[in-house]
């Protein structure tokens, strides 16, 4: 063995020391101290990067920036300053700009964060699916129960599919969307087929997320007479809901999503089965606020442009109503630009008309009846 390759195979045992010391610390919630060894692991990959063939060194790279995204919180770090000085030396060693190989370690926007607004449902889908599903251990050592999933429910345009897309990207996950009328078929056996198969795909992939959108499609309630075909379904996914649950994979998390949540057989609203019912409402003020600007971030807008007077418009608005006046708007003031040659702007004008030609898609009717749901949910669940 030559000195180089000596040189690696130590530094890959001391990564080893750092990491599983690490996973240690966090398992007794010495948090800091389990962030300072992912550091050092992060610094002996940095080293290997270093020694190993060309080929190989983006692997070891992106080891290390998959641990800082998993484990690191470098926002609130004042202590790291020996990392960036190591990857200031690797970028050289390594013949990257150090701005650019910089860039790769900086601390990614949580996914979640850039949903506006459900501060409350957010906090929720932390609780029940994200922190179990990061920190399995420390739910070990406390004998806390984890498994079963979320049923989000909700108006449409509300951001319940947006929602499921960022726990999986902030869990780096597999994501499996399901629109479950695809599922279904007219062929005897095979729709029950096909969710067999999705299971056990799922379950393949390591960490997952499974997403069934439109729920109330392949999970209705089930009739006594005339509909055996859909009575098979739903048994068969209760089924792989029970497996995923009594095996205790802690590595697959189901959501669903649905816009009649009284059409839902009960049988799915058990504990165990879907643990949680999160209801997903109409944005706020603040997150329709949140959501307009980022529509009109980086657009020319015009100096008469009043942020209060267009969150006042899309009052009773959807997440996607309030995104699709905003597009609107954009569309207006391109057209102007085309007619006229000159370069323009989006004014208020625009957004006016935007507002008259995008109308909310909500019924008070509909808002009322699934605020009723909620308050009738809650209360079961404040029971269980």
């Given at each position: 063995m030559n000195?180089?390759?000596d040189?690696?195979?130590q ?5 080893l ?13 010495n ?6 060894a992912?550091v050092?692991?992060?610094g002996t990959?940095?080293n ?23 484990c690191?919180d ?21 013949n ?7 860039e ?8 979640m ?6 501060e ?30 979320i049923?989000?429910?909700g ?7 947006m ?17 479950c ?6 062929w ?5 087929g ?8 799922a379950r ?8 069934f959108?439109e ?10 007479e ?6 098979r379904?739903?048994?068969e ?10 095996n ?8 669903a ?5 009284w059409?839902?057989d009960?049988?799915?609203?058990r ?7 999160i ?6 003020e ?17 100096e ?5 007077e267009?969150v ?9 109503d ?9 569309m207006?003031?391109?057209?102007r630009?085309i ?6 702007f ?33 209360q ?5």
């Open positions: 000195r180089k390759q040189c690696i195979k530094e890959q045992e001391t990564f020391k750092f990491y599983r010391y690490a996973l240690e610390q966090f398992s007794l919630r948090e800091e101290t389990g962030k300072r992912i050092c692991a992060v990959l940095l290997i990067a270093r020694n190993v063939a060309f080929e190989l060194r983006p692997s070891f790279i992106d080891k290390a920036k998959q641990l800082l995204d998993r690191v470098l926002s609130d770090a004042s202590s790291y300053e020996t990392l960036f000085t190591n990857i200031e030396d690797t970028a050289m060693g390594l990257i700009p150090i701005n650019e190989f910089s790769m370690f900086k601390k990614k926007e949580n996914a964060d850039r949903v506006a607004g459900l409350d449902v957010k906090e929720e889908i932390r609780r029940q699916v994200v922190y179990p599903f990061m920190y399995p251990s420390l739910y070990k050592r406390y004998n806390k129960k984890t498994g079963g999933g049923l989000l429910y108006l449409p345009g509300t951001g319940k599919t929602i499921a897309k960022a726990i999986a990207k902030d869990m780096q996950a597999s994501f499996f969307p399901i629109k009328s695809d599922l279904l078929s007219k005897f056996g095979e729709s029950e096909n969710i067999k198969e999705l299971f056990d795909k393949q992939s390591g960490k997952a997320i499974i997403f959108d729920f109330e499609a392949i999970g209705m309630k089930r009739s006594g005339g509909n055996e075909a859909m009575n379904v739903v048994h996914l209760l089924n792989q809901m029970d497996g995923f649950e009594e205790g994979n802690h590595n697959l998390v189901i959501l999503a649905t816009n009649r949540p059409d839902v009960t049988a799915f609203l504990p165990g089965r879907f643990n949680r019912k209801y997903v409402p109409l944005p706020s603040e997150a329709r606020k949140k959501l307009i600007a980022l529509s009109f971030d980086g657009a020319p807008m015009g008469d442009y009043c942020e209060e267009v006042r418009l899309t009052e009773n608005y959807s997440g996607a309030t995104v699709e006046m905003c597009e609107c708007a954009k207006f003031a391109i057209e630009e007619e006229t040659g000159k370069a323009g989006i004014g208020m004008s625009d957004i006016e008309k935007a507002g008259k030609t995008v109308r909310t898609s909500i019924a008070e009717f509909d808002v009322k009846a699934m605020e009723n749901y909620m308050k009738a949910t809650n079961m669940q404040e029971q269980e």
